[in-house]
């Protein structure tokens, strides 16, 4: 089993900032990415930035406000949120990319959280 555990939302004013972190366990496995997704009301879910293979990637709309890291030690991954809007709220969803053994087999599959709420106060 791998569960992905997410922490770090809330209410905040436009203009402020959240960190929002989420961590990985569960059985043996290996991380191939990580990122972060977000799903406002009526609408659907959108990329918002991922991590892997050496590089990140992010959505035009939060380039040079969000930043994505990890801690691969720790299995986990952080989004620190800058300069929030008010159209950055939404549910926030960790997704982990995972290599992993079920019995004989290799497993490769995207994994995701239970999702937090962020909300901008404007």
């Known amino acids: 089993q791998v569960q992905l555990v997410e922490s770090g939302g809330g209410l905040v004013q436009a203009g402020g900032s959240l960190r929002l972190s989420c961590v990985v366990s569960g059985s043996t496995f290996s991380i191939n990415a990580m990122g972060w997704y977000r799903q406002a009301r009526g609408k659907q879910r959108e990329l918002v930035a991922v991590?892997?293979?050496?590089?990140?990637n992010y959505a035009t709309s939060v380039k040079g406000r969000f930043t994505i890291s990890r801690d691969n030690a720790k299995n986990a991954v952080y989004l620190q949120m800058n300069s929030l809007k008010s159209e950055d709220t939404a549910v926030y969803y960790c997704?982990?990319?995972?290599?992993?053994?079920?019995?004989?087999?290799?497993?490769?599959?995207?994994?995701w959280g239970q999702g937090t709420q962020v909300t901008v106060s404007s």
């Open positions: 997704n982990a990319d995972l290599t992993r053994r079920a019995g004989s087999s290799i497993v490769r599959a995207e994994y």
């Open positions: 991590s892997g293979s050496g590089s990140t």
